[in-house]
């Protein structure tokens, strides 16, 4: 037995209160290493660079499947593994990289030369079954890639935005020009947006172009708050105007008040009413996965690699600290985002609402980068406030400790690096991947949640608005005959920097420090910037 994975420290926040029941049944997942991450790499940047020959010539979804599917040797060792232990596992995945098999602790303690004990998280007193190490067979390394969940621990505080306060009682502004409404500089409605970033009012037109929203323990968006929201913030739409419903691991969408979300209210009011009419998806992750908060992470991957045509744009206002994650599990997932992207889906994270410590502001010594904005084949996006646009304090950014960092950014990181000098030496990993990639509004964004009308702030706000802009490039695109824009970051950092508007103010507080500064091109605080409409249109050549 070779040990395969071991995290030094039990997570901060987290006790062990002893050893978990012998008896306790554990739903645990298997990766095999995939045949081919370097050719899906290569493959998702020729289709993804606005100055390669492939761009644009996103892969179908088997001819993806043939990089992630494991090798024959791979699947025979890990099956001749179970049989021999009477472990009966099934695929979970559309390639086959994924199984998943339940055992009791006694003989996963057994198979896995582990100690599953049981963890109680402090603050929230929500307990996981975890190990601090576990083994495989030595024959098996080079065909498993990891167990899951076995180092990784739940995310208790799954990150939902902070509610600042209802507002006030108010008329509704017509925008008739360009000038943004004095309203804006307190309270963010979609016609803010549209003045702010010159987002058009102009209904889409095509119907095969999908915007998708992923919903979360437990948050369900309301159609009847949907209603009033457009009725108040978007006269010009029917307010019959919905989204539709799909939904895996048991998720459903109540429609009672008292069940309305904050956080999928909010990703649905600025998605639908600001991507006017683009066809969009609200994604409910139900519970039935179990056994640490990311299965819906990577369940909702799993469910879109196997459709056959996903949506090409998903939004998610959902993160972590990179730490609470095991590296394997980070890059696998983040193996999974470079499969939908090569697929042509643009996937959009919010950044964390923590500054430089973490999704949320927690204590710390050194910079807390958060998963996952340090991926590099994702898009991250960090938060601005006020009319004119300055950083949001609570936009995270900073430098991945996992991921290195993806030559596309290397020249917009450089110059910041250069300018910064040895602020916050020693702080965070200067060869880390740098995120965030760009930039929205986030703060005092007005949502309706239970009939009643609030403001919202964090970057959970900024993710839905900037998907949306995306979204209706796409469609102006389709209409075209062009494919979607796909995997941004390679047009983001070349073509598409000079059509967004730079963030040179404000910073991003934490751990004791100023955190990093915003300033002229890229920074760890607002990225490469805000959407400029007009500019991003004829970035991508309409």
């Known amino acids: 037995m070779q040990v395969h994975e071991a995290r030094e420290d039990i997570p901060e926040g987290f006790v062990l209160s002893g050893a978990a029941p012998q008896d306790t049944v554990l739903n645990l997942r298997v990766a095999l290493v995939q045949s081919d991450p370097a050719g899906l790499e290569k493959a998702l940047m020729d289709v993804s660079t606005p100055s390669n020959a492939l761009y644009g010539q996103h892969l179908s979804k088997e001819e993806v499947e043939k990089f992630v599917a494991p090798s024959a040797d791979s699947v025979a060792a890990v099956n001749a593994w179970f049989a021999e232990n009477g472990i009966d596992a099934k695929s979970i995945s559309p390639a086959g990289d994924w199984l998943s098999f339940s055992i009791p602790v006694s003989k996963a303690n057994e198979l896995l030369n582990a100690d599953f004990s049981v963890f109680t998280h402090q603050e929230t007193g929500k307990t996981a079954v975890r190990t601090l190490s576990y083994s495989i067979p030595s024959d098996l390394q080079g065909h498993v890639d990891l167990v899951h969940p076995t180092i990784t621990f739940p995310n208790p505080f799954g990150r939902l935005p902070a509610i600042i306060s209802p507002p ?41 172009n999908q915007l998708a929203v992923s919903g979360f323990i437990e948050q369900f968006a309301n159609q009847a708050d949907l209603k009033t929201f457009l009725t108040n913030f978007r006269p010009d739409l029917s307010p019959s105007t919905t989204f539709q419903l799909q939904t895996l691991d048991g998720g459903s969408n109540p429609q009672s008040a008292r069940d309305a979300g904050i956080e999928a209210n909010l990703d649905i009011q600025y998605t639908v009413g600001v991507a006017t009419e683009v066809p969009t998806f609200f994604i409910s992750v139900g519970e039935d996965f179990h056994d640490g908060a990311l299965e819906g992470f990577l369940d909702i991957i799993n469910f879109l690699l196997g459709e056959d045509s996903p949506p090409q744009v998903l939004t998610t206002s959902y993160g972590q600290n990179e730490n609470t994650i095991s590296r394997a599990l980070a890059n696998n997932l983040c193996n999974a985002y470079a499969q939908l992207g090569a697929r042509g889906v643009s996937i959009l994270f919010a950044s964390g609402d923590g500054g430089v410590a973490g999704s949320q502001t927690t204590r710390c010594t050194t910079f807390l980068p958060t998963f996952p904005s340090g991926c590099p084949f994702m898009t991250s996006v960090g938060a601005t406030t006020g009319v004119p646009e300055t950083s949001a304090s609570f936009s995270s950014g900073g430098f991945s400790n996992f991921f290195a960092q993806p030559s596309y950014q290397s020249t917009a990181v450089s110059s910041f690096l250069s300018a910064l000098g040895n602020t916050n030496a020693g702080k965070f990993n200067r060869s880390g991947r740098a995120f965030p990639d760009v930039a929205a509004m986030g703060d005092n964004v007005e949502i309706v949640v239970g009939g009643e009308f609030g403001l919202v702030g964090g970057t959970s706000c900024s993710s839905p608005i900037f998907a949306s802009v995306v979204s209706l490039l796409n469609d102006g695109l389709a209409a075209e005959g062009k494919p979607p824009l796909g ?56």
Do not use: E, R
């Open 168 to 208: 006030k009682a108010k008329p509704a502004v017509n925008v008739t020009s360009d000038a943004v409404p004095a309203s804006c500089a307190t309270t963010i409605t979609p016609s803010c947006l549209q003045a702010l970033y010159g987002i058009p009012t102009t209904p889409a037109t095509t119907s095969t």
């Open 487 to 542: 995997f941004l970051n390679p047009f983001l950092y070349s073509t598409g920097a000079a059509a967004l508007n730079d963030i040179t103010t404000g910073d991003n507080p934490g751990c004791n420090t100023n955190g990093f500064p915003a300033g002229t091109g890229w920074d760890p605080v607002t990225g490469l910037g805000t959407p400029n409409f007009a500019k991003l249109k004829a970035a991508v050549g309409l």
